[in-house]
């Protein structure tokens, strides 16, 4: 799906593998619009109503409503992989790149003797993270040491 400037952003009906449907929210309008869920919105938290200290199933099924706050079905067993960085919050994902996810009950970081997610969410922690906004206490998601209310998180396929 891509945005033409006259479909709304909200809650539309995508195909990522060409077959199987989901429902995703869509953002039409941020940086000239086209950013899809799935693919595109991975996460997304604005009221702060859902919890995210979760297990590995729930991340791998998804949860959550794609009107409000919610995580989209199997990012969780993606590595991250970051490639070009544009926009003015630092890129403070690097740190993460190449990481696998983590969540209390699948320890993939890179701290031993330490499950970071268990202390601060589940993220693809490296030695814990300089950025995570699946906080565990649903109170704070940090991006470089900044707390932030919402967050959502979204990718999309350069064209």
Not at 88 to 115: L, Q
Request: glycine share 10%; aromatic share 14%.
């Amino acid at each position: 799906m891509r945005g033409t400037g006259t479909t709304p952003s909200g809650v539309h009906i995508i195909y990522p593998d060409g077959i199987n449907w989901t429902k995703a929210y869509c953002d039409m309008s941020t940086d000239r619009g086209g950013w899809t869920v799935r693919i595109i919105v991975l996460q997304r938290r604005t009221d702060r109503t859902t919890s995210f200290d979760r297990d590995w199933i729930d991340y791998k099924e998804g949860f959550g409503d794609p009107q409000k706050e919610y995580w989209l079905d199997e990012n969780s067993k993606y590595k991250l992989t970051i490639g070009d960085y544009s926009g003015t919050a630092g890129n403070w994902m690097v740190h993460n790149n190449g990481r696998a996810f983590s969540t209390k009950d699948k320890d993939n970081d890179d701290y031993h003797s330490n499950n970071c997610a268990v202390t601060r969410g589940a993220w693809w922690h490296g030695t814990c993270s300089n950025s995570y906004l699946n906080g565990k206490d649903n109170i704070n998601y940090f991006w470089a040491g900044y707390k932030y209310n919402t967050t959502k998180m979204m990718i999309r396929k350069i064209l």
